[in-house]
């Protein structure tokens, strides 16, 4: 992949060797530091009725680079939902999802299945911000 990330939530390799595994998460230091992204993140787990927070990143995505086709495997894709809200993108950034090609705008919040294949091209003029989050929903 050709982006940076900023790790909101995830697991630890203590909490995975403690025997918690992947399902346990913990707030990293940005989780404080970005008021603004906890109140989009629990305003989100409001609307979807979510019972468990799991991994949350910011991921930056310059102009003319792209996050490479791939599949996050592992039990995590069928424990949790994905959600990705668009924070900034513009006009040109194609997001690919098995067989479906959308151009998400600024403010747009899709879910998508993780567990095939995906994959971003940025063909803006501008970074793409967005933020991930998984969600493990009540029902």
């Given at each position: 992949?050709?982006?940076?990330?900023?790790?909101?939530?995830?697991?630890?390799?203590?909490?995975?060797?403690?025997?918690?595994?992947?399902?346990?998460?913990?707030?990293?230091?940005?989780?404080?530091?970005?008021?603004?992204?906890?109140?989009?993140?629990?305003?989100?787990?409001?609307?979807?009725?979510?019972?468990?927070?799991?991994?949350?990143?910011i991921t930056r995505l310059a102009p003319g680079k792209r996050i490479y086709p791939h599949d996050d495997g592992g039990a995590h894709t069928s424990y949790y939902k994905r959600y990705q809200i668009a924070l900034h993108s513009?006009?040109?950034?194609?997001?690919?999802?098995?067989?479906?090609?959308?151009?998400?705008?600024?403010?747009?919040?899709?879910?998508?299945?993780?567990?095939?294949?995906?994959?971003?091209?940025?063909?803006?003029?501008?970074?793409?911000?967005?933020?991930?989050?998984?969600?493990?929903?009540?029902?």
């Open positions: 992949s050709e982006c940076d990330d900023i790790w909101i939530r995830f697991p630890t390799e203590e909490g995975i060797k403690r025997g918690l595994g992947e399902f346990e998460c913990v707030n990293y230091p940005a989780m404080s530091e970005l008021p603004q992204v906890r109140s989009i993140i629990f305003a989100l787990m409001r609307q979807v009725e979510g019972e468990r927070l799991g991994p949350v990143m513009e006009p040109g950034v194609l997001f690919r999802a098995g067989d479906e090609t959308v151009t998400m705008k600024t403010g747009d919040i899709w879910w998508f299945d993780n567990s095939i294949e995906h994959e971003v091209f940025n063909g803006s003029p501008d970074d793409r911000l967005a933020l991930i989050v998984d969600i493990r929903p009540c029902i």
